[in-house]
């Protein structure tokens, strides 16, 4: 029996839209379905998309905008085995975290655990990436817990900084690989082939290319997925 996934986003979506295209391009065998896509914004661009595709969405409630079904009742009622954070940027409630125990995943836009935490999301991780001078930045896929960004890392990879790059710049090098990195994990989490638990016992998955497609030439995504694919599996 497949998972049945809820996406949590706050912004456009890209990365549901990346996991959805993915489940699509793997068919029968893929590990789960996104079978609901809530956010705290009732104007956020990962709601469009998802209507698109025929996903219940859902808007849920916040302190300055009460009303409407709660998280934990939503997770209930539609039998949720998944969670994917994807730009999602609230905290999720404790009691939430504690139930979903190794069931929650978020992907981040550097590699952990620098340049992450509260307040670290969105062009603010790639201003302090630029302004710290590093070279090397990247995407980390991990498990959730109840702090910003801590929880156990499954995957990271790594993106070049560019002497020439902006945030802009930076973040569209690093979201094409998220877009590749994510909806894999999120399809190993949910088939079962990555847990909490395996994770903790080897260690971080550290997802490194040494090779030339490290440059994200244009035409080497499937042979970075292929990469991507072979290392993942923890
Ligand atoms: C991504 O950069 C993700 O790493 C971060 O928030 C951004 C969401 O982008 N957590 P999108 O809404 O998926 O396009």
């Given amino acids: 029996m497949r998972a049945r996934i809820a996406v949590l986003a706050s912004g456009g979506g890209s990365n549901l839209q990346a996991i959805v295209d993915h489940f699509d391009w793997l068919g029968a065998r893929r590990g789960g379905d ?27 409630p916040t302190e300055k905008r009460p009303g409407g079904a709660p998280l934990d009742r939503l997770l209930d009622e539609r039998a949720i085995d998944l969670i994917a954070l994807a730009g999602y940027l609230r905290l ?9 125990h190794g069931r929650i995943v978020n992907i981040h836009p550097a590699l952990l655990p620098a340049f992450g935490g509260a307040g670290m ?8 990436v630029i302004a710290a001078g590093v070279r090397v930045t990247g995407v980390t896929a991990h498990f ?9 890392i499954i995957a990271q990879w790594p ?15 690093v979201l094409r690989v998220e877009h590749l990195v994510y909806p894999r994990v999120v399809d190993a989490v949910a088939a ?21 497609s490290f440059t994200l030439l244009p035409h080497e995504d ?13």
């Fill in 192 to 212: 079962g082939r990555t847990t909490l638990e395996n994770c903790a016992a080897a260690g971080n998955t550290l997802l490194v290319d040494t090779r030339p």
């Fill in 34 to 60: 996104v079978v609901l896509v809530a956010s705290d914004r009732s104007n956020a661009g990962a709601l469009e998309r998802a209507a698109r595709r025929d996903i219940e969405v859902a808007v849920i």
């Fill in 144 to 152: 959730v817990d109840e702090v910003y960004d801590r929880g156990r």
């Fill in 159 to 173: 993106v070049p900084v560019f002497a020439s790059d902006d945030a802009g710049t930076l973040a569209q090098r």
């Fill in 121 to 128: 999301y969105g062009a603010r991780v790639h201003h302090a």
């Fill in 222 to 234: 499937s042979r970075l997925a292929e990469n991507i694919e072979l290392t993942l599996g923890c």
């Fill in 92 to 100: 999720i409630p404790p009691a939430i975290v504690a139930r979903y």
